[in-house]
């Protein structure tokens, strides 16, 4: 199967997070996309990338998203390096649950770590208060940046 045959639900969470009926911390946002810290962080500094497109997963993906989607990620990555000093960033997509996805809004992983570090999904809440500081970080490097 090419395509995946999961339809939409415009009630998930990241399609409430683009709302702004549930809160994030947000790093970036333009048009087309939001980056957020990811709220299980797998390493600190994780960052998810969201098109504001409904798309599933990568089968639904329009090409015009994809691309603003990595621009994006272009973007938070930097910050990541600039702000955590560390080079090594590991980009992760999960197409279906078999592949582990658990919101099927498709979304880009921005984690700072290396792909012998990384295991599973992260398992407890980060700490709320780091997040923010981090968030507020990225977004300061991204701004300045520009
Ligand atoms: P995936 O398994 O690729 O679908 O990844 C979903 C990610 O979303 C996981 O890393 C979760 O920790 C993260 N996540 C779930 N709910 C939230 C939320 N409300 N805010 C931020 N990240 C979330």
Known sequence: M????QS?????????????????HKVYEDDM?????????????????VPKQQAVDLSQLEP????AV???????????????????????QLNGSEAGQTVFH??????????H??????SSQADQEELATLAAQFKEAIDTAR
Do not use: W
Not at 33 to 49: E, N, S, Y
Not at 64 to 67: H, K, M, P
Not at 70 to 92: D, F, H, N, P, Y
């Open 106 to 115: 498709y979304h880009v992983h921005l984690i700072p770590s290396s792909i």
């Open 64 to 67: 015009e998203y994809a691309s």
């Open 2 to 5: 090419s395509q995946t045959s």
């Open 33 to 49: 996309t939001v980056a957020f810290m990811d709220i299980m962080p797998q390493a600190k500094g994780h960052v998810l990338i």
């Open 70 to 92: 990595l621009m994006t990620a272009q973007k938070v990555m930097q910050a990541q390096r600039q702000v955590l000093s560390r080079e090594g960033i590991v980009q992760m």
């Open 8 to 24: 939409y639900d415009d009630s998930n969470i990241f399609a409430k997070i683009i709302q702004g009926d549930i809160p994030c």
């Open 117 to 122: 570090e990384l295991g599973r999904h992260g």
